[in-house]
């Protein structure tokens, strides 16, 4: 009789096919992380210190800064452990925790943009109902349903997931516990559990997807129908930001969980780029072409690295 006892500790195997490349990959992947850090947190401290930035645009803008902080330390400092020598053991427990985390604060993400992109059309499409529409209670609400629904949507993924019993191997192909790595391991059929998360995985963000197609639909007719040049450019120049960040947000995911077939060479670099570069890019897509931003984080960098004033 087969033994179904769940085990007790998981060993993650890394990234498929770097072996030699500890040493590389651990400087590497540390400066991304300290990068997106740094550079999430002084987004953070710009917009706290700077009352013309007390916006629901830049509300939602701090919420994108701490899911920015958060996701990538779901799964780097334990890759940035046992990519330095140390031991690739992670409990059960652990594994479950990453797993949960990963889908809660990347769904958390995924319908945050969505709220962006409600709060842009909002802005530009209907100007002069912006401050009732997005009142403080509004985005309050908006911003703590991002987070409920993205808990809901990580709760029944993981529960998903480890309903099934793990009884050997307990060696994790990957660089972190992720529901298609740990199928592999379970102990039973996992062909409906395949379906079902498939389903979950690409509906949630296929929805919201459509939802900010439909939002910026609206927003080019409205910006088209500007007058002036200037005004549209800067209609223009709101918007890019966030499109080129949900651009970089959403292309990982469909590569990783929409894909037919698996493909490890494909996945980990993706994984990479979604954990750790996105993140790593958000602080700067959303300073470099904004002046109030930049004018904010000259003023945090003057009073924390003493720069001279201009």
């Not at 046992?82 to 479950?96: K, P, Q």
């Not at 993205?150 to 050997?168: E, K, N, R, S, V």
């Not at 990783?256 to 890019?281: E, G, K, S």
Request: aromatic share 12%; charged share 10%; net charge neutral.
């Amino acid at each position: 009789m087969r033994n179904l006892s769940v085990v007790a500790e998981l060993i993650l195997l890394g990234i498929p096919h770097t072996e030699d490349l500890e040493s590389m990959l651990f400087v590497l992947f540390l400066g991304f992380y300290i990068f997106t850090l740094m550079g999430n947190l002084l987004i953070l401290l710009a917009i706290v210190s700077s009352t013309q930035l007390h916006t629901p645009m830049y509300f939602f803008l701090c919420q994108l800064s701490v899911c920015d902080i958060l996701f990538p330390s779901v799964s780097s400092p334990k890759m940035l452990f046992y990519l330095s020598g140390n031991s690739r053991v992670i409990s059960y427990t652990g594994c479950m925790s990453q797993l949960f985390f990963y889908h809660f604060l990347g769904c958390t993400e995924c319908f945050l943009y969505t709220v962006m992109a409600y709060d842009r059309f909002v802005a530009i499409c209907d100007p002069l109902r912006y401050t009732v529409t997005m009142s403080h209670r509004v985005c309050a609400i908006l911003a703590v349903g991002t987070s409920f629904l993205g808990c809901i949507q990580a709760t029944f993924l993981t529960a998903l997931t480890f309903q099934l019993p793990y009884c050997g191997p307990n060696e994790v192909d990957y660089f972190f516990c992720d529901i298609p790595v740990m199928l592999k391991l379970a102990c039973a059929d996992t062909l409906t559990v395949e379906m079902v998360g498939f389903i979950s995985v690409g509906l949630m963000p296929l929805s919201c997807f459509l939802l900010i197609l439909t939002s910026y639909s609206f927003i080019v007719c409205s910006i088209l129908q500007i007058q002036s040049t200037e005004g549209r450019r800067r209609a223009f120049s709101t918007c890019s930001a966030h499109l080129t960040a949900i651009l970089l947000f959403y292309m990982p995911v469909v590569l990783i969980y929409l894909q037919p077939t698996p493909n490890p060479w494909l996945n980990a670099p993706v994984q990479i780029l979604n954990n750790l570069v996105t993140p790593m890019l958000n602080p700067l897509i959303y300073s470099l072409r904004n002046k109030e931003v930049k004018y904010s984080l000259r003023k945090v960098l003057q009073q924390v690295a003493f720069l001279p004033e201009k």
